[in-house]
């Protein structure tokens, strides 16, 4: 019998990608202030930055592309594109965006404002905002095992039911228009909701009268974690466990960019039609008309096509198989990584890997910029660059500290990943080495895009 998991496709069209030299990168980084968001990505061979936007479409939807229909109104693709997402979700409206933050800004601008809660398991970074700049008020209610980066959990995504009770009792079901689950949780690690804490949140708020979004861009990656591991599920199909995850809810949010396997697109869906009316108006002020929502015709053929192939199981047995391949080899070498891997990424646990450089040095930052130095690899840090803030001139520290290596999907090869795989075993071989970073400029909000860093120790700067 055969063990290994091959990638499920073979390869009809390749796009190089640059080597260059440990000197040349040294230059790179210099020049980029150590930012990685500020290097070119021409200087970048394996981009691990992000899992967003950067998927290998198939051909079947490269033909789709062709088969787009570019009316501005009334448009073919989007009545098939439509067909798709009502099969799988069974919501009454769709409505197409250009990618998920802009569904973001339509909802909460329409179900926030000043005095409203929407609690999550763990917000992403844009739903927050968008739900702060409506004026309401984003909580986040992971359940505690979410921040143990070392032990092994199958559910470490999910919501934490008791902290909802206790939030909806102090601040009463009518100030909370919805409550928005991420499934996976991309900002505790990729981690998967249960099956059981969708359905048991959804009745908790049902009692209340509060309406259950999903913030569902990896709604596949999360329905196969759900047949993997949960009980009851081994035998279905995966197509069947994501209809239920959509069943419990009233709604959901969708940067396609993910899941649906396309390099733009979004949407929002939902079954409450004066909601839905609203949102409609505030899209053709934003986006465009409600039969392309900001997309060309062509791309809701191709998010049509992937919303269907996404839900294939080989794929799907390949995809988290893989990157947990990545992260048993890192964990086998002792490198200190979040465990277990989640769907769409490995993050390494800075605070254990760098001991030495504390959280106002932002160790996540300092492995990001080793790992590209040594081998032209781009991640992204997760901690207290992203996250911290000065109150009163003191340094508030993130919690976790880690270094997000995502993985594209279909893009990259085992032999890629086993490339990458090497080279962070190297860096952390000589980690007691490497300095901590200071921040010599940053801008007042989103600092992680543009800040400038230069490394604490003059005399050992990296390498
Ligand atoms: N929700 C989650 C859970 C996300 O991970 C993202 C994007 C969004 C919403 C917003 O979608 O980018 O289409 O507007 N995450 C990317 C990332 C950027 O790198 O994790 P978008």
Excluded at 140 to 167: C, H, M, Q, W
Excluded at 334 to 347: D, E, I, Q, S, Y
Aim: net charge neutral; charged share 25%; aromatic share 10%.
């Amino acid at each position: 019998m055969t063990n290994t998991i091959i990638e499920p496709f073979k390869i009809k069209s390749v796009e190089p990608i640059s080597f260059t030299t440990r000197e040349y990168r040294q230059k790179a980084l210099r020049e980029a202030h150590y930012n990685l968001f500020l290097l070119r990505a021409d200087d970048v061979l394996i981009d691990l930055l992000t899992d967003s936007g950067t998927a290998a479409m198939s051909s079947r939807q490269w033909a789709a592309i062709m088969d787009g229909d570019e009316s501005y109104a009334g448009s073919r693709s989007f009545f098939k594109f439509e067909k798709v997402v009502k099969d799988l979700t069974r919501f009454n409206f769709v409505i197409p965006t250009h990618q998920g933050r802009a569904a973001e800004k339509i909802l909460f601008t329409v179900v926030g404002g000043r005095g409203k809660v929407i609690p999550s398991n763990t917000h992403f970074d844009t739903t927050r905002a968008n739900v702060e700049f409506s004026g309401a008020a984003a909580v986040d209610l992971p359940v505690p095992s979410a921040l143990e980066t070392d032990k092994r959990s199958d559910f470490k995504g999910d919501i934490d039911l008791n902290r909802l009770k206790d939030l909806i009792r102090k601040v009463g079901a009518a100030n909370i228009p919805l409550c928005i689950l991420t499934v996976t949780n991309n900002s505790v690690g990729g981690q998967p909701v249960s099956m059981r804490n969708i359905r048991e949140t959804s009745a908790l708020l049902n009692k209340h009268g509060i309406p259950l979004f999903l913030d569902a861009c990896r709604f596949a990656e999360n329905a196969f974690f759900i047949k993997l591991r949960e009980p009851g599920y081994k035998d279905k199909s995966v197509h069947d466990i994501a209809q239920e995850m959509f069943s419990y809810a009233d709604g959901c949010t969708m940067s396609a960019k993910k899941d649906a396997l396309v390099n733009i697109g979004g949407f929002l869906a939902l079954n409450d039609a004066a909601i839905a009316e609203k949102s409609r108006s505030l899209l053709i002020m934003t986006e465009g008309f409600p039969t392309y929502g900001g997309l060309a015709g062509r791309d809701l053929d191709a998010m049509a096509q992937g919303l269907e192939e996404v839900l294939d199981e080989d794929y799907l047995k390949y995809r988290i198989r893989s990157v947990e391949y990545f992260g048993d080899k890192l964990e086998k070498a002792g490198v200190p990584v979040l465990v277990p891997t989640g769907g769409h990424a490995v993050f390494l646990d800075a605070k254990r890997f760098l001991p030495h450089v504390p959280a106002h040095q932002y160790p996540g930052q300092a492995i990001a910029v080793e790992v590209y130095l040594e081998g032209g690899i781009r991640s992204v840090e997760i901690g207290s660059v992203m996250f911290g803030r000065e109150t009163d001139g003191e340094f508030v520290g993130a919690g976790l500290e880690l270094v997000r290596l995502a993985i594209p999907r279909r893009v990259y090869t085992q032999s890629h990943i086993d490339y990458a795989a090497e080279a962070i075993i190297e860096v952390f071989k000589r980690r007691e080495r490497i300095p901590g970073y200071r921040i010599t400029y940053e801008p007042p909000y989103l600092r992680h895009f543009t800040a400038h860093f230069e490394p604490v120790v003059k005399e050992t700067t990296p390498g």
